[in-house]
Structures are given as structure tokens and as C-alpha cells.
């Protein structure tokens, strides 16, 4: 549930300006609420004619009174983006707030970025993103940040993925797909990485993470933020961007022209096992959606049309990777 405009005004007129890099006290303009995305609402604050970004997380508390995952994500975001001030690719952070005294959620404010969403990628922004990431994975340790090897910590995942399907979704597919998925995963578990130095991660590199912004391109929305193998993040960039062909070859090769390491080493697994963790969470989402709707749901209005569509597009994109036969057919039961 978002707050309401009058607490965060009172929340804001309890910081000290200084807090916020002004000189006098804190005068409200106005506070808005604008596009928000799945974990946090957002707000732009006008404060003595500057503009801000509230960030509030949305997840309620725990059945012990706590909101311990919404306070971790927003200490890993003011600490990531803190970690790489200097690099001028992130709005500066000057706040935040895990306590839940203040606000019912914990939040954390920004500067506002006012920009241009990138709805579809030039040849200039890709240079441009490719740059940025080699710059960011440059960066290899950020004190309190969580380190979370996809070695480690995907694989893992998916096996809980995996088993919560077979237990309650498999109803919902089609019985061929029964066998294909268990043969997928199976090829999946057989992948050994190497290990590694990791780099800092935004974790979640999307278009409607991507701002241009007249002081060139911008990544937003840092609540993902971590310390991770870099191929995982080029391959999350080359399935969220949709980046085939010469675009594909265009971001690859400006990111080793950049990149410290100059390496791509088992990018292709890195793929594979992102493709084959989303179609699992499109599956799993849409499961949870049709088993146990909750009020928050209903509210947020999630539609499981829109998690089928996600499951048949990672579904393909595994295909292409080789981790389903050509002739393997995925069909998603809504009734």
C-alpha cells in the first residue's frame, strides 16, 4: 500500500537539510507519486526548488512485525550507488531511513534524473551501456554489500524453482513438457563455472532501468545491486535488451574493448541458466497467481496472462540456447 502524501511530507520535515545536501532548512514544494515499479512506490519531491526521488519499499512486514528484505534492499541500494558516486552513471543518494518509525517502510532519497526512457536501443546507447557496465564491474568491493555468486546462489534457486513446479505446476502445462523441463534442468545442473573475482552488479539491466538524460545515459532503479560473476549481467543485458545480431556483436565487442578483464568467458552458460531461472519464475508466478491470489495482488492488479507471456518468450529464448529439443512445446493452462 503506497503512504500517504501528508507522512511523507512529515517525514521529510524531520531531516535536516544538510542531510540533503542543503544549506538552509527543508522547505516542501510539492510531493508527487509517480511511476512505480514491482518492489518500491516512488515519489518526486520538490524540496527549497530542487528535485528529489523518495523510494519506499512496498513490501510489507513479515509475520513477526518486521520489514527485514525491504530494509536489506534499500541498504544495498544507498550502499551500491554510494560505492560508485564518482562515476557519474547513478543519481547521488543522500537518505535513507530502515527504521519503519518514520514511514511505515523503510525509503531512501535521491536526486530526481530527469530523462528520456530508452524505449528502443540505439547503436549509441548500447556503446554507451556497454562503457558503463565495463566501468562498474571494474569495481570488485563494496563493504556490506552481499555477494551472491551465480555459482552459488542461481543454481540453488533454481532447484527450489524446479521443485515447486513439479509439486503444484505441472498441472498447468502440457504433460510433454513435463519431461523436457526435467531434461532442461538436468543440463542446467551438469554446468560447473569457473570461479572468479566478483565485480559490482547493478542486477537488473532492463529499458525501463536506462535513462538518457542530457548528461548522457543513466541506470536507475538500483535495488537489485550486488556482487556477482559480470557475465551474469551481460547476459541479463542481452536477454532484457533483446540484443541479437549485429546489435548483439556491436554490445559485445565495445564491452571488451572496455571491459578490465577483457573476457567473456562461459557467457553462454551464463545465458542458459539466466533464461532457464526466468522461465521457471514466469512459471512459478503464474502458479502462485492462480493457487493463492492475495489481497496485495488483487490490489496490484497482476494479471497471469502476463506471466504466461513472459514464461513462452524465456521458453523460446531457452530453446535457442539448446536447452529444449527443437520439436519441445510449452502450453500454459489458464482455466
Not at 546507447?125 to 568491493?141: G, Q, V
Request: glycine share 6%; with cysteine.
Amino acid at each position: 500500500m503506497a503512504e500517504s502524501i501528508f507522512r511523507i511530507k512529515k517525514a521529510v520535515n524531520g531531516i535536516k537539510g544538510r542531510r540533503l545536501g542543503l544549506s538552509g532548512p527543508i522547505k516542501i514544494q510539492s510531493v508527487k507519486q509517480i511511476k512505480s515499479g514491482e518492489t518500491h512506490y516512488n515519489y518526486l519531491l520538490i524540496i527549497n526548488s530542487r528535485n528529489f526521488l523518495l523510494r519506499l519499499t512496498s513490501v510489507r512486514k513479515d509475520n513477526k512485525g518486521k520489514n527485514s528484505w525491504g530494509a536489506a534492499r534499500i541498504n544495498m541500494e544507498f550502499d551500491g550507488i554510494k560505492s560508485i558516486e564518482k562515476l557519474g552513471i547513478a543519481p547521488k543518494v543522500h537518505y535513507k531511513d530502515t527504521s519503519c518509525r518514520v514511514l511505515s517502510k523503510p525509503f531512501v532519497i535521491s536526486d530526481y534524473v530527469p530523462g528520456e526512457p530508452v524505449i528502443r536501443t540505439t547503436k549509441k546507447d548500447l556503446k554507451s551501456l556497454a562503457f558503463l557496465l565495463a566501468e562498474l564491474h571494474r569495481i570488485h568491493d563494496v563493504n556490506g554489500l552481499r555477494s551472491e555468486p551465480v555459482k552459488d546462489y542461481n543454481k540453488g534457486y533454481i532447484k527450489k524453482r524446479v521443485d515447486m513446479i513439479t509439486d503444484t505446476g505441472f498441472r498447468y502445462v502440457n504433460r510433454h513438457f513435463k519431461t523436457d523441463l526435467m531434461e532442461a534442468h538436468r543440463k542446467i545442473e551438469h554446468i560447473r563455472l569457473k570461479k572468479q573475482k566478483l565485480s559490482l552488479i547493478h542486477g537488473d539491466i532492463s529499458k525501463d532501468n536506462l535513462l538518457r538524460t542530457e548528461n548522457g545515459l543513466k541506470l536507475i532503479d538500483w535495488e537489485s545491486v550486488r556482487l556477482s560473476e559480470p557475465q551474469f549481467e551481460i547476459a541479463t543485458a542481452l536477454e532484457r535488451l533483446n540484443l541479437n545480431g549485429q546489435k548483439r556483436k556491436l554490445f559485445l565487442s565495445e564491452y571488451l574493448k572496455h571491459s578490465e578483464k577483457a573476457s567473456l568467458d562461459e557467457l553462454e552458460d551464463y545465458e542458459k541458466i539466466r533464461c532457464f531461472d526466468r522461465l521457471l519464475w514466469a512459471i512459478s508466478e503464474f502458479v502462485k497467481l492462480k493457487e493463492e491470489i492475495t489481497e496485495k495482488e488483487k490490489a496490484r492488479q497482476k494479471s497471469p496472462s502476463k506471466y504466461v507471456d513472459n514464461a513462452h518468450l524465456e521458453f523460446l529464448r531457452c530453446k535457442s540456447l539448446g536447452l529444449f529439443p527443437k520439436e519441445s512445446v510449452l502450453i500454459i493452462h489458464q482455466k
